[in-house]
């Protein structure tokens, strides 16, 4: 959804998400809502628009691919400079490439691993070597992996380069206050800068929706990024309050440790838990979960019972109904449970995020799978801190959520991949990760269409990662606010934002 209202120049605009971001590194970084900062200050080879196209955005066209489709052709904007003065030419993008590619720990290893090699032909023109046709790389290259770095910031900053981050944006870091603000400033260098209105941004940490929405109220803040619904519910009454939405590409959920033994990268090893023993134990407990029940209770039944990990809204590979998503079954967990032979009730600890919102999803969860003989317990955890602890491996079951990707690979791979970059459930299948590789190949739509849906069965059927619902993107702005663009990916862009009056 787009508002381009006419707007004057000048004045800082307050964005409330609903946590604190991670690193701002985009190398490193996992979390939505490091990418709405990220969308205010570094931009990406490519894009998508409000239709869910991809789009040049620091690129000056779409790649160009060889009939093999093992060479892709990336060509520059001319006259493009970091935040820090430092021209952006094909050097510096191949270093960023390679970065994302091969820094331990980079949550893009995955997505850049069929790159063998990234290569400047010219000033503006990179060449990328495949080891095979990766029809999913516009893609990944339109998101984080596709942000391109100040080499100057880089050799300067090192391991420190997230407090002093230098992309090409419509604005520049200034400071960060860990847990209270990300404050951001107009960027003159700044290639279309002269399309930029506001002077600067400042995102604020405020994961209580109500705090947000009274805040949103009194005209301290301007924008609220994911709003809940049952705060949208009561923004829709406010004369001085406008709703911004869009469908979501992606997926809430909750992920269980199946073999992360060792962190994020690593093969898969055996849990000593019976979640992490046998499969069905995690059958049951996804079997005690109403779906239907947990959108209506907690959400007002204004998002989607989900259970697979594209969405019906992918034009590429639409992924499972809400209505064909399973049925909750206690009597056939209990069953299982008998069968797998456990003591009941099976104490599972739940990691959640502190928001009020994740909290009450914890609850009813709570409540649905203790009627099929299991004791879960909450533990509330600041979500940098689950994060670290999730990819440590140090959880059973965690809520997992992504905000989604145009390309249905974008969805899978760093997740269900066997020591995938983002596979925190320390999942390990063989056949999914031919699925993965066949549908990363595959240009037919049809195919890999019966590629996705063959491997989506194959998830549910593990039962680590247990999709619940897909949110759509709520955001709540006040009335004087125009130019915010808010897409189908859950990004809040602001390079066109400013105020009417």
């Not at 990179?126 to 029809?135: A, E, F, G, Q």
């Not at 999914?432 to 069965?457: F, H, M, N, W």
């Amino acid at each position: 959804m787009t508002d381009d209202r006419s707007v004057r120049d000048g004045g800082t605009l307050t964005v409330a998400l609903n946590s604190d971001p991670d690193k701002l590194d985009p190398t490193l970084a996992q979390t939505l809502v490091g990418r709405t900062v990220f969308a205010g200050m570094c931009e990406k080879l490519y894009d998508i628009d409000e239709d869910g196209t991809f789009v040049p955005q620091l690129a000056a066209s779409l790649p160009t691919t060889s009939a093999d489709g093992r060479t892709v052709t990336v060509r520059l904007r001319p006259g493009l400079k970091f935040s820090d003065g430092t021209r952006l030419d094909a050097p510096a993008a191949v270093t960023s490439l390679l970065r994302h590619r091969d820094l331990p720990g980079s949550a893009r290893s995955t997505e850049l691993a069929p790159v063998t090699e990234a290569k400047a032909t010219g000033p503006l023109t990179v060449r990328l070597t495949l080891d095979h046709p990766y029809v999913p790389l516009t893609g990944v290259l339109a998101d984080r992996a596709g942000m391109v770095m100040s080499p100057a910031a880089l050799k300067k900053y090192g391991k420190n380069f997230t407090n002093h981050p230098s992309c090409v944006g419509p604005f520049r870091f200034v400071e960060r206050t860990g847990g209270d603000r990300i404050v951001l400033e107009k960027d003159p260098n700044y290639y279309d800068a002269g399309k930029v209105h506001l002077d600067g941004v400042v995102y604020k940490p405020i994961p209580d929706g109500n705090v947000r929405l009274a805040n949103l109220r009194s005209g301290d803040l301007q924008v609220g990024d994911q709003m809940a619904p049952v705060d949208v519910q009561s923004a829709l009454t406010e004369p001085k309050l406008q709703l911004f939405n869009s469908p979501s590409l992606g997926y809430q959920g909750i992920g269980l440790n199946v073999g992360n033994v060792k962190g994020l990268g690593q093969k898969p090893g055996k849990i000593d838990t019976p979640v992490g023993r046998d499969v069905r134990v995690r059958e049951a407990f996804e079997l005690a979960i109403d779906r239907d029940l947990l959108n209506k209770v907690v959400f007002q039944g204004m998002y989607e019972p989900a259970c697979g990990p594209i969405s019906p809204q992918s034009a590429i590979a639409p992924g499972v109904a809400p209505e064909d998503c399973p049925r909750r079954d206690v009597d056939r967990a209990k069953e299982l449970l008998k069968e797998a032979g456990v003591k009941t009730p099976v104490k599972i600890e739940l990691k959640t995020s502190t928001t009020p919102e994740q909290g009450r999803v914890g609850q009813v969860l709570q409540a649905m799978v203790k009627e099929a003989g299991f004791e879960l317990s909450l533990r509330p955890t600041e979500y940098a801190t689950m994060l670290a602890e999730t990819d440590a491996g140090d959880y059973d079951v965690f809520t997992s959520g992504w905000s989604g990707r145009l390309d249905p690979d974008g969805n899978v791979s760093n997740f269900l991949k066997t020591a995938g970059a983002m596979n925190a459930y320390g999942l390990g299948d063989p056949e999914i990760d031919k699925l993965i590789a066949e549908g990363r190949s595959v240009a037919d739509p049809a195919r890999r269409t019966e590629i996705y849906d063959e491997l989506t069965r194959r998830v549910q059927d593990a039962h680590a990662l247990i999709y619940l619902y897909r949110q759509k993107n709520y955001v709540v702005a006040g009335k004087d606010v125009a130019g915010i663009h808010v897409y189908g990916d859950g990004l809040v862009r602001v390079k066109n934002a400013g105020y009417t009056r």
